[in-house]
């Protein structure tokens, strides 16, 4: 490859779980990627080794204190050359960039919604792991898409998987491809087959140790609950126009089917390969071509069996609550989703009880109306309005 195909890259979430797996394909890779910038919140001794191994144009931190010590840092090191910026609009700035022609988009939660959005407005490649962004304005996003001719690859296992699984000219409708269902699939985390009792007395660590995978702790807990397959079952729709209906749950405990797609003459198509997200990431990166990922071959007589079973929706409310929010539409799913994070922090603080996550967040679907998700404006007023009335329902009674 010569130098011209050199394709820059913006990782935003670089310290996170995705964004580290991502730095490890780019790292084998240099003839192929090199980082234009690299994002973290607050962690910023770590943003700084990566800094030091990867020298790339600029870092952003979220806040103005930790900027100062990172430039400091990195001119005694000798590398006062990497721009060193602050802020949400910093984010965004390096998303959408002329010089970028990638971005990883890893941050977790709402936060990554406008910068993820800006690298698809400035028609960029952009490798989607930031599902809320999606399940908060699937439809703007779709249409933006579109509109700015961005390439849209999803890096959440299951709908990469989906995505190798379609023809490769999937616009225009499931049913016009001859496909007749979605099957996603769940590891159904570490609770799977808990009685009621049992669940009620979850701790965060017991939620944030998954089985399978080595997740940031929002997602785990996601995992846990099964709104990480109702966040999921939402991307899917809008990713590759489904309806829910469209859509089966399959809880698959070894995590080696990462989805599958039926197609109406019966046959099934299913992506396989061990737990490891490397493999979506070097996809995304380098589709339509196919590189190393470091990923270990998969070993299927040392896995020996696939199990497959129905997900149980009475321990595990979330993803009904999911599929409820899509059916009802607008801001329904943006208002789940804030709910959810809301939920997910005070489980983490020991403030929400396990089962608790799922009642608040139904709580606070019950208490708002569902808007159409007419602009971005809109979308972002009904996210802060779902996050206070969590917070007050919190407040006001136990879950
Ligand atoms: P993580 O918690 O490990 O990392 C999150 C990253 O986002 C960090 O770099 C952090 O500094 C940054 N960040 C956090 N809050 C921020 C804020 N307010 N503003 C700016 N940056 C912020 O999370 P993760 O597990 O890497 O997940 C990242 C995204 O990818 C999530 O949306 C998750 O659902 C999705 N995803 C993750 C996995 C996985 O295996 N970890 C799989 C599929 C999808
Ligand atoms: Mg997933």
Request: with cysteine; hydrophobic share 45%.
């Amino acid at each position: 490859m010569t130098s011209s195909n050199l394709q820059r890259v913006t990782v935003l979430g670089a310290t996170g779980s995705i964004g580290r797996s991502t730095l490890d394909v780019v790292a084998r890779h240099p003839e192929r990627y090199r980082l234009h910038a690299v994002t973290a919140h607050r962690s910023r001794e770590a943003l700084f080794e990566i800094c030091q191994r990867f020298v790339p144009a600029q870092a952003v931190i979220g806040r103005e204190e930790d900027a100062i010590w990172l430039r400091d840092r990195l001119r005694d090191a000798g590398l006062g050359r990497i721009e060193v910026r602050s802020g949400a609009e910093a984010l965004v700035e390096v998303s959408r960039a002329s010089e970028v022609d990638v971005v990883m988009a890893a941050i977790v939660g709402a936060a990554g919604l406008l910068p993820t959005l800006a690298a698809v407005e400035a028609g960029k490649r952009v490798l989607l792991a930031n599902k809320e962004a999606l399940v908060m304005s699937g439809g703007l996003f779709m249409a933006a898409v579109e509109r700015h001719g961005a390439t849209l690859l999803p890096i959440d296992s299951e709908h990469n998987a989906i995505y190798q699984c379609l023809p490769s000219q999937h616009r225009g409708g499931l049913e016009r491809q001859g496909v007749s269902r979605l099957l996603l699939t769940a590891s159904g985390g570490p609770f799977r087959g808990w009685s009621m009792a049992d669940l009620e007395a979850v701790t965060p660590a017991q939620a944030c140790a998954h089985p399978n995978w080595s997740m940031g702790q929002k997602i785990s807990v996601d995992s846990a609950t099964l709104m990480n397959k109702g966040l999921e079952l939402i991307e899917a729709c809008w990713l590759f126009d489904a309806s829910p209906g469209q859509i089966e749950v399959v809880v698959h405990p070894q995590s080696i089917v990462h989805s599958m797609v039926g197609y109406s003459d019966g046959s099934v198509i299913a992506q396989m390969g061990n737990p490891d997200m490397r493999t979506p990431i070097a996809y995304g990166l380098a589709w339509p071509a196919r590189i190393d990922a470091g990923v270990e071959p998969l070993d299927l007589f040392a896995r020996a069996r696939l199990d497959f079973e129905a997900p149980d929706e009475r321990g595990f409310p979330c993803l009904r609550l999911a599929r409820e929010a899509m059916k009802a539409g607008g801001t329904a799913p943006a208002s789940l989703n804030a709910a959810n994070e809301v939920a997910v922090q005070a489980f983490l603080e020991s403030r929400l009880s396990f089962l608790g996550i799922a009642r608040l967040v139904e709580a606070t679907l019950e208490a708002i109306d569902v808007q159409p998700a007419a602009s971005l404006d809109v979308i972002l007023c009904e996210d802060t309005r779902a996050r206070r009335t969590a917070e007050a329902l919190l407040q006001q009674r136990s879950f």
